[in-house]
C-alpha cells in the first residue's frame, strides 16, 4: 500500500542486521516508505536494499551520539512522523532509558519496568512458568557459582546472558552469545571463561532444546496501545548464524505471511501456539505503529529465548 512520501511514517531503525532488513522490508512493502537504518558499519543485511537508506553512524553504543544521529533524521523532514526502532536489546534499551532525549518521535515501547521483564531471559522463563507456558529446564545462576550450581539438569545444556544488554558491554576471546556444553567439565569451562572476563550478571543454563535450523522461526507483532494486534510479520529460519556473537540467531528467513495495513481493523491475538496463523479477534479500532517482537522455537518449547 503506497503512502505520500510527504505525510508517510518515516521508520529509523537502528543496527544493520538482518532483523533490521526485515523491518524495513515489511515497511516498504505494505506502506511504500523507505527506512532509514543508522549502523555503526556497512553491513550485507541492508546495504543496496530498496526498501533501506543506509547510514554509517560510529559510536552509537554512546547515548549522546545516538540520541544526536536520531535528532538530525527527523530534523530532515519535520512534518513527518519518525517512528525509531531497534534491531537489538541493547539498543532497544538505550532507546528507552533516552526516550525523552530524542525529540517528536515515536518510540513505541513499553516503559523500563515492563521492558525489564520481558527483555531479561530470566525473569521472562519465570514469567512463563507463572503462566503455564512451556520452556526448557533452566537454572539461573552467575558465573562464579560455578557448574555444581546447575545440577539437576540434563546434558547437552546451552549458557546465555540473561541481558544481552549486560553482556553487550563485556568482550573476550572467545565470547559467544549463546555456549554450548556437553557435560560438566565443559560446563564449567564456559563459566570459568564468563568469570575471568569481568562479567557478574545472570546467566541461564538450559536444557538444549533438539531440532534442526528450520524449525525456528522469527514473529513480529505490532499491538495498538490497549494491547491488541494490529499487525505481524513472520519468517522462517533457513539456517542459524555461526558468527560468534550471533549463535542461536536466525540467518535469511523466509517470509511466512504478509503483515496487515493500517487500514484493517485492529484485533487481539486470542490463541497461538507458535505455528500457523494466530487467531485474529476484531475489536473494530484502527491499528497503531506500537510494536513488540518475540521469537518462537518448537512447540514444546515455543517460549524459549535465544
Known amino acids: ?79 513527518r512522523t519518525h517512528i525509531v526502532l531497534g534491531s537489538a536489546d541493547w539498543l532497544v534499551d538505550a532507546l528507552v532509558t533516552h526516550r525523552e532525549q530524542l525529540g517528536d518521535v515515536v518510540v513505541p515501547y513499553a516503559g523500563p519496568g515492563a521492558m525489564a521483564q520481558v527483555t531479561d531471559k530470566g525473569t521472562f522463563t519465570a514469567l512463563c512458568r507463572e503462566l503455564g507456558i512451556p520452556v526448557p529446564e533452566t537454572v539461573v545462576l552467575r558465573a562464579g557459582d560455578g557448574p555444581g550450581a546447575a545440577a539437576g539438569l540434563t546434558f547437552p545444556v546451552v549458557v546465555k546472558a540473561a541481558s544481552t544488554t549486560a553482556y553487550h558491554a563485556v568482550s573476550f576471546a572467545g565470547k559467544k552469545k549463546v ?9 564449567g569451562e564456559v563459566l570459568s571463561r564468563i568469570a575471568a572476563a569481568g562479567f557478574g550478571g545472570d546467566l541461564l543454563v538450559q536444557e ?36 560468534p556473537g ?47 517482537s518475540s521469537r518462537s522455537t518448537p512447540a514444546s518449547a515455543a517460549a524459549g529465548t535465544q
Open 246 to 292: 550471533r549463535s542461536g540467531t536466525p540467518s535469511p528467513r523466509s517470509p511466512a505471511s504478509t503483515p496487515r495495513p493500517s487500514t484493517t481493523p485492529a484485533g487481539c491475538w486470542s490463541t497461538w501456539d507458535g505455528a500457523g496463523s494466530p487467531t485474529w479477534t476484531s475489536s473494530g479500532t484502527p491499528a497503531t505503529a506500537s510494536t513488540a
Open 208 to 243: 538444549l532444546v533438539p531440532g534442526g535450523d528450520a524449525e525456528m522461526a522469527a514473529v513480529n507483532l505490532f499491538f495498538d496501545a490497549t494491547g491488541c494486534g494490529g499487525s505481524r510479520s513472520s519468517g522462517g529460519c533457513c539456517w542459524r548464524s555461526t558468527r
Open 1 to 79: 500500500m503506497a503512502a505520500s512520501s510527504g505525510t508517510a511514517v518515516r521508520p529509523v531503525i537502528l543496527g544493520g542486521d538482518i532483523g533490521a532488513y526485515a523491518t524495513a522490508r515489511t515497511f516498504h512493502e505494505t506502506y511504500g516508505v523507505r527506512s532509514v537504518v543508522l549502523a555503526g558499519v556497512e553491513t550485507w543485511a541492508v546495504t543496496g536494499s530498496v526498501a533501506v537508506d543506509h547510514r554509517v553512524v560510529t559510536g552509537l553504543s554512546d547515548p549522546d551520539l545516538l540520541v544526536a544521529a536520531i535528532r538530525d533524521v527527523a530534523a530532515e523532514a519535520p512534518g
Open 179 to 187: 555456549d554450548r556444553a556437553d557435560d560438566v567439565s565443559e560446563l
